[in-house]
Each structure stands twice: as structure tokens, then as C-alpha cells.
């Protein structure tokens, strides 16, 4: 039995604007009522994740910056902002990267937009720097090493005392892979990339936030 | 013809527990998509705005810390934070007050937890330092003098060219009267205090987020 739903956000409750699915939240929310865990763990900071916790009124912790932070009733900082902000200095002075408007309120990230095409010198750069970067698909991240949406996964796992087939993750981008980890049931709306479908245990027939609240709508058959 | 719509948030566009209404988020889509302007103003801080704009796929300005600050694609700031620091380091020192969670997101004000009850000394105490105190229902705030919904109000319409009879303000509590201006068209849902329905020329049959997507559902009425 699903004890346990962490979902994305970006193109997994909205639809592919960006915009908050009703149906997905409404999903969200009566699961929640049925007393499982909904947490969701995005790129994005913790003052926009504190805007989701309070106003779809979820109880469990949220997840910041691929993992890297957390707020329930308060904000805990599991990384620094050394590495990403040294890496994200080069690249900005190298006229690789502008900023984005959210690196302001972040802890332990930098998020920027390619000011060209991406090369395989920024990757081999990210690897001197001790850094990785990810594409959430509306900008990129740079993050440290392990932090990623497995880091929250395990966290949430271990807080709720939770096997692995008690945890449900729905995500769609190859952000979401490494919380798509053995013995833990995956589900993907229909607009998922190809590497989630395939490791998925079922890939909804809809996509975006509608897909998602299809897969919370049949929450029992996981 | 209404050609501008501000509402407030907090039991406007929400449920009585701040949980944000499917209902008036799909109305809030579908009058924009009509190019009526859809504007928000709140005392929370720019990125629980930014969150809102970006997640309803909003176009217009939204403006937080009372109409303190704004964000579209940037964030302008039209107070300063000298003043409400100052008060709230007064109560902060005398027990009277606790900060909230936000307060490291503002810059222009600030919100507080009472200690005690509120009698008239913080009021008076208020006026000496030149600021105002309000009260959104969920915490007290500390704002500049003529920091307030209808600074706003008056911007958008200037930004827009609008009369009056061609903007529709929407809201529930005191903190909302400075947009409830002479001419302006005001509707509030059926929760609001009795202060705004006396002023408002529609009240809804259903409260908070249903009543505001009832309004929003007849904006060729008003």
C-alpha cells in the first residue's frame, strides 16, 4: 500500500505552460485526505515551495532545489552554495550563462539560461568545478554532487520509516531518474521522456498535470 | 466593460483554510483569456507572487507586501524597509511580537505574530515611528505610510489608462478597503467582513474562492 506520493512539479502537476493543473491538485489533495504523504521535490526555490505547501495545504516537508533544501514548519539547508555559485562566477564571466530571476532567493544552486548551445566543454567544466548540471527543462541547474531528487526520496523514506514499495514517484523529465530507483513504484504522464516511460510502472494515458492526477486517481492499484 | 480585475488572495481567491480554489483559478484563467488584465495583491512577499504569477500563467503585474512591491519580469520596489524594521525591532525587543517565516523574503515590510493581545499602545506606538499596522488574518504586518492595496490599484490603472467603471476590485478583509474606491466596480464573496459588503455592489452567494469565481463568472454584469 502507497504510504508515500513524490511527485515534480513542472510538467507533472501543470499542464505544458506551466500552469497548475486543477485536476492534479485536486488528486493532490484528496490523497493527502486519505492520510498518505504527498511531498513534491522541484528545481525551483524554497519561498516557491512554501507557496505550495501552503496553499494546496500539504503537511509533508517539500523539497527545494533538486533536494538540496527543505521546509515543513521550518527551512533546513542540506548543501552549500560554494561550488554552484563558483561554477555559475565562470560561466557567467566566460559569457556562457546569464542568471535567473529565482537565483536570488536560492541556498545551494544557481539556475541560468545557455547564452549558447550546449557543449560538452560546459559538462567537462562541471566536472572541474565538482558540480553537476541538469536541464529541468525551463532553465539549467547546477548543483552539487548528490544532490538530486533521489537525496529527498531517501530522506522522506527514512523520516516516515517507508519500504520501498510504499513510496510512489511520478515525474516526467530526466531530472526525476534518481528518485526512479529499484522497488519504489513510477508512474509518468503520457508526456514523460522516453528514458521514464521505460523504467516506469505505468505511464498514464493523458500527459502533464491531468496524467498525473489519473495516476493519484487510481492510487490503490500500486 | 471591466477591462482590469485586482483581487486579493488570502479567503478571496482561497478556501477559509488558505488552500488555493480550482474554481477561481480556472475562472481567473478563462477571464484573462478573454484580455481582461488579471492582477493580485497580497501582503505575502514577491515570491509567493512570483509562484502565483508564474503557476496561473498570469500576464500582469502582481503586487506584493500590500502593493509595496511589484513583479512581472522584474521586481520594483516603491518603500523602503528602513521604517517597518525599525517598529518591528521595537516590538521584537519588548516581547510584544514574533516574526514569521516570509520576513526573510520581504523589502518593504514586515509581518509579526503577536505575543499578547493587541490593545492600543501598539497602535499609538505605530504612529510614532510612521508606520501602519494591519491585520491580513493570518499575521499582523508593518507597512509605510500610504503602503497599501489602493497604491496598487492607482498604478495599474495609470500603467493601463483606465477609468474607474472599467476596473473590478475583489476581496474579503479590512486590509482591502484602499482598493475600494469611489467609481471603481467592488465585489466581494460571501465571507467578507461587513465593512467591505456595505461598500461592494455585489456580494456572492458562496464564500471565499467558489464566491470569486461566481463573480468572475459575470464580469459582463458589473
Same mark, same amino acid.
Request: net charge negative; aromatic share 10%.
Given at each position: !500500500?502507497?504510504?508515500?506520493? /513524490?511527485?515534480?512539479? %513542472? #510538467?507533472? &502537476?501543470? *499542464? ?93 544552486? !544557481?539556475?541560468?539560461?545557455? /547564452?549558447?548551445?550546449? %557543449? #560538452?566543454? &560546459?559538462? *567537462? ?98
Amino acid at each position: !500500500m502507497i504510504k508515500l506520493v /513524490l511527485s515534480d512539479i %513542472d #510538467g507533472t &502537476i501543470t *499542464d505544458g505552460r506551466r500552469v497548475l493543473s486543477s485536476s492534479a491538485s485536486e488528486q493532490i489533495r484528496k490523497v493527502q485526505e486519505k492520510g498518505v504523504a504527498v511531498s513534491l521535490v522541484s528545481g525551483n526555490v524554497i519561498p516557491v515551495m512554501y507557496t505550495f505547501r501552503t496553499y494546496l495545504g500539504l503537511k509533508a516537508p517539500l523539497f527545494a532545489e533538486n533536494g538540496g533544501a527543505m521546509i515543513d514548519e521550518k527551512i533546513t539547508q542540506f548543501f552549500t552554495m560554494d561550488k554552484p555559485l563558483a561554477f555559475f562566477r565562470y560561466l557567467e564571466k566566460n559569457g556562457l550563462a546569464r542568471g535567473i530571476m529565482t537565483n536570488q532567493w536560492r541556498l545551494c544552486s !544557481m539556475g541560468f539560461d545557455l /547564452l549558447g548551445p550546449f %557543449d #560538452g566543454e &560546459i559538462s *567537462d567544466l562541471s566536472a572541474r568545478y565538482d558540480v553537476e548540471i541538469t536541464d529541468s527543462g525551463f532553465s539549467w541547474h547546477i548543483l552539487n554532487v548528490g544532490q538530486n531528487k533521489g537525496f529527498a526520496l531517501h530522506y522522506l523514506m527514512e523520516k516516515y520509516g517507508l519500504r520501498p514499495e510504499e513510496v510512489l514517484v511520478i515525474g516526467d523529465n530526466m531530472n526525476d531518474i534518481p528518485m526512479f530507483v529499484d522497488g519504489v513504484r513510477k508512474a509518468v504522464p503520457a508526456n514523460a521522456e522516453e528514458e521514464l516511460k521505460k523504467r516506469a510502472d505505468y505511464v498514464a494515458r493523458s500527459g502533464h498535470g491531468n496524467g498525473t492526477a489519473e495516476i493519484l486517481s487510481s492510487l490503490e492499484s500500486f
